[in-house]
């Protein structure tokens, strides 16, 4: 069994910055890529960032060159650097990663972590 727990959410005014860190425990044999979706309400679950190596990512359009994912090998930890936040990047934010554990290669997602950005 796999975990993946999330913190760094919160309340934050706009302009300011949030870091989310993610980390996977359990029977971890590797991970293939990692990142970060968020929903906000009533809309669909959308992705915000990806990764499977620092030369490796992927991000939607309206986080470009404000957001950053950064992953910790070593710590089966990834991040998302929130930078220039704005009230329409609130939403609930999910880490993923696609893990390989003891038995086979799957999708795990995290409970979620809020962030509210006010004007």
């Known amino acids: 069994q796999v975990q993946l727990v999330e913190s760094g959410g919160g309340l934050v005014q706009a302009g300011g910055s949030l870091r989310l860190s993610c980390a996977a425990t359990?029977?971890?044999?590797?991970?293939?890529?990692m990142g970060w979706y968020r929903q906000a309400p009533g809309k669909q679950r959308e992705l915000v960032a990806a990764?499977?190596?620092?030369?490796?990512?992927v991000y939607a359009d309206d986080v470009k060159g404000r957001f950053t994912i950064s992953r910790a090998n070593a710590k089966n930890t990834v991040y998302l650097q929130m930078n220039s936040l704005k009230p329409e990047d609130t939403a609930d934010y999910y880490c993923?990663?696609?893990?390989?554990?003891?038995?086979?290669?799957?999708?795990?997602w995290g409970q979620g972590t809020q962030v509210t950005v006010s004007s």
């Open positions: 993923n990663a696609l893990v390989r554990d003891t038995t086979r290669t799957r999708d795990y």
């Open positions: 359990g029977s971890i044999v590797s991970i293939n890529a």
């Open positions: 990764i499977r190596s620092a030369s490796s990512t």
